[in-house]
């Protein structure tokens, strides 16, 4: 079956200008992850969706970063008037239950972001 | 400061070899999970474990959680070039999904 897909794969912006990455998640799944990974590294969590709950945005950084999750599946994380240390990887992961539960998190290949 | 702190940090052996990777926090987990990611794709999940003191095998991988729950290892038996890549540890506190800074492990032919 398919697996968690984002797109672009690959962005170059210019600084100042917004961007927006798509991550549709694995059918069913009711739980959608965004986190950012910088040079290979860890991961920072960004932001949680779980079903019609409202979403835990305490990963955001600044109020440009913003993210939607429509009809409980694809979602967007939107960036405005981006700057050159938001340039990382960003991945999208989903799992069929919520935290709290041991349900393993299934990635996508994330969106490699460069703001020049 | 870095909840989940991963060592070593960057690792290169021989095929062949043994390793250790560990994963430390003063904070108490419900549950433990590690993740392998190779270049250009997301992480993978390897094992969760949830009891103290749980020691999970998955061929040539070892993998314990501490008796207090604060800490993981993960052992690999006779690296293979295969076993190349970043490996995280990720921990389940207050409702979310905690993840460690990452080892990366580059095994030689």
């Known amino acids: 079956g398919a697996g968690v897909s984002q797109s672009p794969s690959n962005k170059v912006t210019e600084k100042g200008k917004d961007v927006e990455l798509r991550c549709d998640p694995i059918?069913?799944?009711?739980?959608l992850y965004w986190y950012r990974q910088s040079l290979g590294q860890g991961l920072e969590f960004l932001i949680y969706?779980?079903?019609?709950?409202?979403?835990?945005k305490s990963g955001l950084p600044s109020d440009r970063f913003s993210a939607e999750r429509t009809g409980g599946s694809v979602s967007t994380l939107t960036i405005q008037r981006t700057q050159q240390e938001d340039s990382a990887v960003y991945l999208c992961?989903?799992?069929?239950?919520?935290?709290?539960?041991?349900?393993?998190?299934?990635f996508g290949n994330g969106t490699r972001l460069t703001v020049t | 400061t870095q909840l989940l702190e991963q060592s070593p940090q960057f690792l290169s052996i021989q095929e062949g070899e043994n390793l250790t990777v560990y994963c430390n926090s003063s904070?108490?987990?419900?549950?433990l999970q590690w993740y392998r990611q190779e270049p250009g794709e997301g992480p993978v999940l390897l094992v969760t474990v949830v009891t103290g003191g749980e020691v999970k095998k998955l061929k040539r991988l070892t993998f314990q959680f501490g008796d207090a729950r604060k800490d993981s290892s993960l052992h690999i038996t006779a690296a293979q070039p295969g076993d190349t890549g970043l490996y995280l540890c990720a921990g389940a506190i207050w409702g979310k999904l905690i993840f460690g800074t990452g080892t990366r492990l580059q095994v030689f032919p």
């Open positions: 059918s069913g799944h009711t739980a």
């Open positions: 992961a989903s799992s069929l239950e919520g935290r709290g539960s041991y349900s393993p998190l299934h």
């Open positions: 969706f779980q079903g019609n709950s409202a979403p835990d």
């Open positions: 904070s108490v987990f419900s549950s």
